[in-house]
């Protein structure tokens, strides 16, 4: 059985530009998260969804945003980058409620 | 954002030495979590943990669900140089379909021969 896969693995942009990142989940998986790793803040929650529809948001400024497909498939768009943007980005995937979330191997965002 | 409390922050043991961490909460959790994650990956799940007092093993590696829903530990025992990583407690809160993980700051483990 597949794991989590995210696209791309390393990205470079430039301040003020917006970046795409992509997740397909777990097959059969429905709910999709992000969050945010830097050395600084740690892992930091960013919103979930589950059935196309976003059921959980943290603390993140409007810039940042996402969507789910009906294949689950997730992507998260992150508008007029800053260098403090930068980042990896990981994107976990869970069965159902009450279930262990499971990880991709991240997307590195450098912003410069 | 909010970050779990998580001792120690980083130890090196000798190979074959035992390892204890924990991680505690002002709030409660349905479901504690532990991750490991190495440089450049995603964190990888270890363990996880459903009910108030709950102790699992999963080889070497026992952790224990706290009776206050506030707290847990991970031990692993007769460690081995690929236990280096950091390591990570997470705590989950499920509200109907929603759930979210809060994690805690990290345990670097280094391992020497």
């Known amino acids: 059985k597949a794991g989590v896969t995210q696209t791309p693995r390393y990205l470079i942009k430039t301040r003020g530009q917006q970046v795409t990142l992509s997740c397909s989940p777990i097959s059969g998986h429905r709910s999709v998260s992000w969050y945010q790793q830097t050395p600084g803040q740690g892992l930091q929650f960013l919103f979930e969804y589950f059935s196309e529809t976003q059921r959980n948001k943290g603390n993140f400024p409007g810039r940042f945003s996402g969507r789910q497909f009906s294949n689950s498939r997730s992507e998260m768009n992150v508008s007029t980058l800053e260098l403090g943007d930068s980042a990896l980005y990981l994107c976990a995937s869970r069965g159902g409620s009450n279930t262990e979330a499971f990880f991709g191997q991240g997307t590195r965002l450098t912003v410069v | 954002g909010q970050q779990l409390n998580q001792s120690p922050q980083s130890m090196f043991i000798q190979e074959g030495e035992d390892v204890s961490m924990n991680c505690t909460s002002s709030s409660i959790f349905n479901t504690w979590l532990w991750y490991k994650q190495d440089p450049g990956e995603g964190p990888v799940l270890l363990i996880a943990?459903?009910?108030?007092?709950e102790l699992t093993s999963n080889g070497r590696l026992t952790a224990q669900f706290g009776i206050t829903r506030k707290d847990s530990f991970l031990n692993i025992s007769a460690s081995i140089p690929s236990d280096v990583g950091i390591y990570f407690c997470a705590g989950q809160r499920n509200t109907g379909t929603a759930s979210k993980l809060t994690f805690g700051t990290g345990t670097r483990l280094q391992v020497t021969l």
């Open positions: 943990l459903y009910k108030a007092g």
